[in-house]
């Protein structure tokens, strides 16, 4: 079984930064990609940026231009570097990683267990 341990959320005043880390626990066969997503409270969990094997990667458009997703293919792990934090960034970050782990395995969806990120004004 694949985890993925989140780190680096935390508080953080309006116009700060903060990176998040993401790895797999386990080595990883290939990954179709990797991808942050959020939710508030009272609010249904949305993606906020993903990147591809190819390297390609999308965000969400509140996010465009302030954060970036990257990946260390080496270590299975994504990260996501937030400049220009806002109040309405505040929620709880899910790492997400599609991947198989054997040949004879099929695509699986795996979620971190959440970090806080908080965004103070």
């Known amino acids: 079984q694949v985890q993925l341990v989140e780190s680096g959320g935390g508080l953080v005043q309006v116009g700060g930064s903060l990176r998040l880390s993401c790895a797999a626990s386990r080595s990883i066969l290939s990954i179709d990609h990797m991808g942050w997503y959020r939710q508030a409270p009272g609010k249904q969990r949305e993606l906020v940026a993903r990147?591809?094997?190819?390297?390609?990667?999308n965000y969400a458009d509140s996010v465009k231009d302030r954060f970036t997703i990257s990946r260390d293919n080496a270590k299975n792990t994504v990260y996501l570097q937030m400049n220009s934090l806002k109040p309405e960034d505040t929620a709880v970050y899910y790492c997400n990683m599609r991947a198989r782990t054997t040949v004879r395995s099929g695509w699986t969806d795996y979620w971190g267990q959440g970090t806080q990120v908080t965004v103070s004004s």
């Open positions: 990147i591809f094997s190819g390297g390609t990667s």
